[in-house]
């Protein structure tokens, strides 16, 4: 059936798009035009993590004198909001030429790519810093080469920062500070095994839950809170479903990364081939610095529509309760790399 469902898709979205006719097919009517191709994402502007594909677009429509390209030269079809695919599906769409670049989770790919769940391992990383390092390094350029086997390229990783935890808590007593206090609360999660069993070693009980409904299973008691960035939480006004703490657990990281069919960006001339490799790496400090400052602006707004933000100073317990998060990813995944984490560990 669920075959079945995904032959179904695929169909119509083929349709939608032009009849899956290739981008280079249907330049003709435009004189201008050299190159044009979609890219699809699941997410809205207010999400921030979305201006990473709307920065790969406008800086790849822009003149490249070295390149001999000129503005106009190349266009990019843009699908946002989910309008041709959830992330998941992109996957496949793009597994199939259907579409021929995409957005989408790190935790999503791990789907087909178990290497990528080891970038949402719980405490894996000291810092920013170090996230970036290994995102931007060999370990990071290792993994994207796994999405080969799967006709997909991994083009670039983009940071989101780290997750914290937010919930609905007693106004009378202190925000939680360790994995005793958030017993009984049940927190929202994306459907992914190592998130999963994460928030349950950290004390609470994980529920995963479209993210679409998350907003009304807060208010409606389904779920006691959520975890995510501070972006997200405030561009969500999840403080009006009642959201009362949010704790600075940074549990772990999150990060997209921009993916293209490898048959059609092989099938490209050279020069649109580099120049797209060239602005997915080159994006990533421009991308690094407005989330940054939008980080700092929504924990600014957290605190002043009334939510508590919750240091926690000492997360050796929390660290201590995950260990068995990693002996199950490496049970559940015998055939990613023990070496490839210790180096990640390391870098």
Known sequence: MKTLCRIFYLAVLMTILGGGCSPKEKEASHDTVRLKFRLGLELNADTKIWEVSNLFKTELEKASPKDNIKEGEIEVEFYDQGSIGSERQLLEAGYFGVVEMMQVNTAVVTAIEPEFGLLNLPYLFKDEAHHQR???????????LKLAKHNLQGLGFYS??????????????PCPNSP??????????MESPTMISTINAMGASAAPLPF????????????DGAENSAKVFISSRYHEAGISCFTLTEHTTD????IANSDWLESLDPKYKRRIEEISHEIIPVFNSIWEETTLDALSQIK??????NEVEDKSVF?????????NFFKSYPEV???LYETIKNY
């Open 304 to 309: 002043e529509v009334g939510v508590r933000i």
């Open 337 to 339: 790399s023990y070496s």
């Open 319 to 327: 660290l201590e309760a995950v260990d068995p998060v990693y002996a």
């Open 180 to 189: 005793a206090h958030l017993r009984g609360l049940k927190i929202r999660v």
């Open 134 to 144: 290994v995102l931007n390094g060999e370990p990071g350029r290792q993994i994207l």
């Open 212 to 223: 679409s409904e998350l907003y009304q299973g807060i208010k409606t008691g389904v779920v």
């Open 255 to 258: 990060q997209h990364v921009l």
């Open 160 to 173: 989101a920062g780290f997750r914290n935890m937010f919930y609905k808590y007693s106004t009378d007593i």
